[in-house]
């Protein structure tokens, strides 16, 4: 993480949210390939931080399930 911190400014406030089993990050993004998918990672988790709501929650659920279920969006 400290070396992430170093090359994509304020990677370490993706911290300020709870860890869960999915999220906003992860049923975009996929897992961490190079820097552009890091910064955009970042970027989905401070939108959760700054808009986290039960409707928010309701959408990354059912975004879970269709990833889930298709494949798609997985890597």
Do not use: H
């Amino acid at each position: 993480m400290r070396q992430y911190e170093a090359t994509v400014p304020g990677y370490l406030t993706r911290l300020d949210a709870l860890p869960g089993i999915t999220g906003l990050a992860q049923v975009n993004n996929g897992y961490d390939e190079d820097l552009r998918s890091i910064q955009r990672k970042l970027r989905l988790d401070t939108f959760y931080i700054s808009r986290a709501s039960w409707m928010l929650d309701l959408r990354i659920l059912l975004s879970t399930i269709r990833v889930v279920l298709t494949g798609e969006g997985a890597r």
